[in-house]
């Protein structure tokens, strides 16, 4: 109930092309989603995040598609390019009691841009 | 300024050494959050601080021991480790709002060799 599945474990894209992200949840109780770039020897950085209340959040080229009924989330990045490689996990959150601080991730994809 | 700092950037002991991780923030945030890191894997939470006490141990063994010397600052000590505990380890820090969407700042964390 816990868990967040990330696919694919890697992905290959060429540059310009669009790379996507795949998550899925089965506990209902989360109720925030963000997705984290992590570069080689770097922390993961906050990339961008939604809340089940909306289907959709962009910025810039980084898009996430909420699908509430099905339990899925997806990180669309469009246009991508070399400096996009990285690492890439999704996660989930839910409010307060004894789960106050904690970020379920996904197992994380590899995302490898060819110039 | 959104950085959390850590040091050492790496560190290598041996099984009957005793080291300190150190991580600061000026971000104003009163939450603070020990996360351990294998290869290819994402952040496992270890211990989380609010408002400067331990709200979450996560079962970690007692060669761990966190401590909280004020809202800054987040220790890490570190006493007969075992090579498997080589990893790297991450501090994050974030409002401590108590809400699911209390973004969590990481920083580039301490890459660790037990030899």
């Known amino acids: 109930q816990q868990q967040v599945k990330q696919s694919p474990q890697s992905l290959i894209v060429q540059k310009g092309g669009i790379s996507i992200i795949n998550c899925a949840y089965e506990n209902t109780a989360f109720d925030y989603f963000p997705w984290y770039q992590q570069f080689p020897g770097k922390g993961p950085a906050l990339l961008i995040a939604i809340r089940p209340d909306v289907s959709e959040k962009k910025e810039g080229r980084f898009t996430i598609s909420f699908n509430k009924s099905a339990k899925q989330f997806s990180l669309h990045i469009m246009d991508s390019q070399p400096g996009d490689s990285a690492t890439y996990f999704c996660a989930a959150s839910k409010d307060g009691g004894t789960s106050y601080g904690k970020l379920t991730f996904g197992q994380g994809t590899i995302l490898t841009v060819h110039p | 300024d959104t950085e959390v700092t850590q040091t050492p950037k790496h560190l290598v002991m041996g099984m009957t050494n005793k080291k300190s991780l150190k991580c600061e923030q000026h971000?104003?945030?009163?939450?603070m959050y020990w996360y351990k890191q294998k290869a290819k894997k994402p952040p496992e939470l270890m211990f989380v601080?609010?408002?400067?006490?331990?709200?979450i141990n996560e079962s970690v063994p007692s060669r761990f021991s966190p401590e909280c010397p004020n809202s800054s600052l987040l220790n890490l000590h570190l006493h007969a480790l075992q090579p498997e505990d080589s990893a790297l380890y991450l501090c994050?820090?974030?409002?401590?709002?108590?809400?699911?969407?209390?973004?969590?700042?990481f920083g580039p964390g301490t890459r660790l060799t037990v030899l």
């Open positions: 601080y609010s408002y400067e006490k331990l709200s």
């Open positions: 971000m104003g945030h009163r939450a």
């Open positions: 994050a820090s974030s409002r401590g709002s108590r809400g699911s969407t209390d973004t969590q700042y």
